[in-house]
T-cell receptor, first 109, second 113 residues
Framework: GIQVEQSPPDLILQEGANSTLRCNFSDSVNNLQWFHQNPWGQLINLFYIPSGTKQNGRLSATTVATERYSLLYISSSQTTDSGVYFCAVVRSGSEKLVFGKGTKLTVNP | DTEVTQTPKHLVMGMTNKKSLKCEQHMGHRAMYWYKQKAKKPPELMFVYSYEKLSINESVPSRFSPECPNSSLLNLHLHALQPEDSALYLC????????????FGPGTRLTVT
């Protein structure tokens, strides 16, 4: 099956700092999503981005499908950004959304 | 509206009980999914329904029985579970398979005693 690797596994920031999270995948994909899982377990959709660049407020994402990676940028981080960020992909020809292991982000005040 | 609802939020059940988890969406989506998430792990796919028919069963034990009574509803029937089945159960939906964004419900946190 497809491999999805996220880095770093853990990240601790001070409020106001910027960060970049990375997702590498081992095969071509039809679908790539970034999620934020809050402490209550809710998976919040951040981006649907199988290719290209998107921005939403302080967050932006870029997927370079030909090089099989995606980046999530968080600027001016806030304590409410804390949680686990997951990258998930659907390999071309598959119907399964496969998650990476996640990046646990802690933003301290 | 991109809302998927799940009930109950929490469930505690004994190993001899029978219970059901419910999931509902009103976005007109034709694909619905069940995932299982253990603590500190990513969600793992269990079942996929497409147009109310079971499309994928990820070799899930028969003590988990999915049902899709109509295009808006998805149930997961539980029977004779084991303590290791304790987990967060997440439901999701998408417009169709493959190319479409999945939206997740808030989950049911299940404890098997």
């Amino acid at each position: 099956g497809i491999q999805v690797e996220q880095s770093p596994p853990d990240l601790i920031l001070q409020e106001g700092a910027n960060s970049t999270l990375r997702c590498n995948f081992s095969d071509s994909v039809n679908n790539l999503q970034w999620f934020h899982q809050n402490p209550w377990g809710q998976l919040i959709n951040l981006f649907y981005i199988p290719s290209g660049t998107k921005q939403n407020g302080r967050l932006s994402a870029t997927t370079v499908a030909t090089e099989r990676y995606s980046l999530l940028y968080i600027s001016s981080s806030q304590t409410t950004d804390s949680g686990v960020y997951f990258c998930a992909v659907v390999r071309s020809g598959s119907e399964k959304l496969v998650f990476g292991k996640g990046t646990k982000l802690t933003v301290n005040p | 509206d991109t809302e998927v609802t799940q009930t109950p939020k929490h469930l505690v059940m004994g190993m001899t009980n029978k219970k059901s988890l419910k999931c509902e969406q009103h976005m007109g989506h034709r694909a619905m999914y069940w995932y299982k998430q253990k603590a500190k792990k990513p969600p793992e796919l269990m079942f996929v329904y497409s147009y109310e028919k079971l499309s994928i069963n990820e070799s899930v034990p028969s003590r988990f029985s999915p049902e899709c009574p109509n295009s808006s509803l998805l149930n997961l029937h539980l029977h004779a579970l084991q303590p290791e089945d304790s987990a967060l159960y997440l439901c999701a939906s998408s417009q169709d398979l493959n190319y479409y964004e999945q939206y997740f419900g808030p989950g049911t946190r299940l404890t098997v005693t």
